[in-house]
Nanobody, 122 residues
Framework: QVQLVESGGGLVQAGGSLRLSCAAS????????MGWYRQAPGKQRELVAT???????NYADSVKGRFTISRDNAKNTVYLQMNSLKPEDTAVYFC????????????????WGQGTQVTVSS
């Protein structure tokens, strides 16, 4: 069964850094895009960053220049390096992946991780 598991969240002071990781496991045929979303209390879930299988990246304006998304295709893992963190970055961060499971490899679906809490104190 396909699963995405995030790790690396925690409490950090403003200006600090965290590195999130998300590992996809299970019977996976292929993974296309991977990305990170976040949701703060009382707000809608928003896109943070995405990366294609070829390494093309896209970032929300609010994190450009501070966050870097990367992936290790051999490990089916996507990372989010977060630098110069601000209190406004506080949210639950969710990993997502567009992938094809072996059981139904003709169809691509979005999968989501359980989320990891990032709290940035001032």
């Amino acid at each position: 069964q396909v699963q995405l598991v995030e790790s690396g969240g925690g409490l950090v002071q403003a200006g600090g850094s965290l590195r999130l990781s998300c590992a996809a496991s299970g019977s996976i045929f292929s993974i296309n895009n991977m990305g990170w979303y976040r949701q703060a209390p009382g707000k809608q879930r928003e896109l943070v960053a995405t990366i294609t299988s070829g390494g093309t990246t896209n970032y929300a304006d609010s994190v450009k220049g501070r966050f870097t998304i990367s992936r290790d295709n051999a490990k089916n893992t996507v990372y989010l390096q977060m630098n110069s963190l601000k209190p406004e970055d506080t949210a639950v961060y969710f990993c997502n992946a567009e992938l094809r499971p072996y059981s139904d490899y003709n169809y691509e679906s979005r999968y989501w991780g359980q989320g990891t809490q990032v709290t940035v104190s001032s």
